[in-house]
């Protein structure tokens, strides 16, 4: 069965859309551990899903699809109890291999009326849950890039997950503004999804060379390791960007970019949930 990973903070601009794209790429690169070792077998690779319910679409852009030429989005599995609409072989000949796996269900701005509709459907709470449900033993992992928002459609996202992963951009107030997402949490774990686990913190945006930033760092791993494991920083780089409009992981990207390493073992770190 998949693990369900959503990514979300309620605050806009901390690169979660740029993690959902860098993990999804690095953890279909790696090949399943079977009793702590690497498959052996050819073609042997984590099958990644990635979700975009962000009306905003920047993860379906971020991969190269067009939003507005997609007939069917993930709109229609959730409020039209249609197929997931899995658009298949991403990258395909940009550098993975073959039979690598790494998906995506699509978004665009026509999500956004989901959030009025989802308030009057019926079992609204289990819309993406029993969407995904088909399809988990065909993949490894689930990665959802959640809207940031505290609205309906985070909200069947984190019904949905087995893992909630919180990036944070590493500047005080960002830091200080996590308290209603914690309430959120604590409202979806409280009935309809009580296995719900935060998998961790990732601090985002992170200037080694700011005092504030190694303030605030130092604050998040203090205050927030009692929560959940606060995963490595991630640099502040706008070759995050540059790669983004040439629709492109870092990897394919620039290959040596010094940013890949702690993605890199952001993505080993969580391939420990699957095992």
Do not use: W
């Amino acid at each position: 069965m998949a693990k369900i990973l959503a990514f979300f903070n309620h605050a806009g601009g901390v690169g979660k859309t740029t993690l959902v794209q860098q993990v999804g790429y690095h953890l279909s690169q790696c090949k399943r551990r079977v009793k702590g070792k690497r498959s052996r077998k050819k073609g042997d690779y984590y099958r990644i899903l990635l979700v975009d319910m962000d009306p905003q679409a920047s993860l379906t852009t971020f991969m190269g699809i067009e939003p507005y030429d997609q007939e069917k989005t993930i709109y229609n599995a959730i409020l039209k109890d249609e197929e997931l609409p899995i658009l298949n072989a991403l990258y395909a000949g940009q550098g993975m291999e073959d039979s690598n796996g790494l998906d995506l269900v699509a978004s665009n701005l026509g999500l956004a009326i989901a959030e009025q509709e989802l308030m009057t459907a019926v079992m609204k709470d289990f819309r993406l849950r029993d969407s995904l449900e088909p399809i988990k033993e065909e993949y490894d992992f689930i990665l959802i890039d959640c809207p940031p928002s505290l609205g309906n459609l985070t909200y069947i996202s984190l019904v949905a997950a087995t893992h909630l992963l919180v990036p944070i951009q590493s500047q005080y107030k960002a830091f200080k503004g996590v308290q209603p997402l914690f309430d959120t949490v604590r409202l979806v774990s409280a009935r309809p999804n009580k296995s719900l686990k935060i998998a961790g913190f990732i601090p985002t945006m992170y200037d080694q060379r700011n005092s504030h930033d190694e303030r605030t760092l130092a604050a998040i791993q203090q205050q927030l390791t009692p929560v959940a494991k606060v995963f490595s920083p991630i640099p502040r780089t706008t070759t995050f960007a540059d790669a983004s409009e040439e629709n492109l992981p870092l990897a394919l990207f620039d290959n040596k970019h010094p940013a890949l390493e702690p993605i890199k073992v952001l993505a080993e770190q969580l391939e420990s949930l699957a095992l």
